[in-house]
């Protein structure tokens, strides 16, 4: 009988391509965002009081959020900028998150179609406390499909 382990979510790689080329940028603490929502349009028919009918209208994808211990010199946070302090939009074709298994081979794709930023954050500085600044980036998309 086959054992089956569900694979774990500490292992991926986002790349960024036409973007960075730099080996450091697809190295990230965690990804979110990656879900979809089906959008709703209720219908009321006439004689019917008990309920109203639920149609689907369009799905809806949450921004994607990248959080990484900041990197000097990334292509990535540079393009990020030049949107936000230029207003220049130049939006990434793809973006792949890769889970991966343990020999580092892609058990899942997720390829992210039409992103651009829209937030760049860093988090507090703190004397008091001894750990690595994060960066989060927060990217708009247009959907995502599953490779």
Sequence with gaps: MATYF?????????NFSGVSE???DYRFQSVSGLSVDIETEE?????ENRFK??????TKFPNLVLK???LVGSDVITWCRNAIENFV????????VKLLDENHEPLVTWNIVHVY???WSVEDFNAEESKVVIESIELAYNYFTIV
């Design 89 to 96: 939009f130049e939006p990434a074709d793809n973006i792949t």
């Design 117 to 119: 930023p829209v937030k």
């Design 22 to 24: 730099n080996s450091k």
């Design 68 to 70: 990484r211990g900041m």
């Design 6 to 14: 569900p694979p774990v979510g500490f292992h991926f790689e986002v």
């Design 43 to 47: 219908f009321a028919e006439g004689g």
């Design 53 to 58: 009918h639920k149609l689907p209208v369009r």
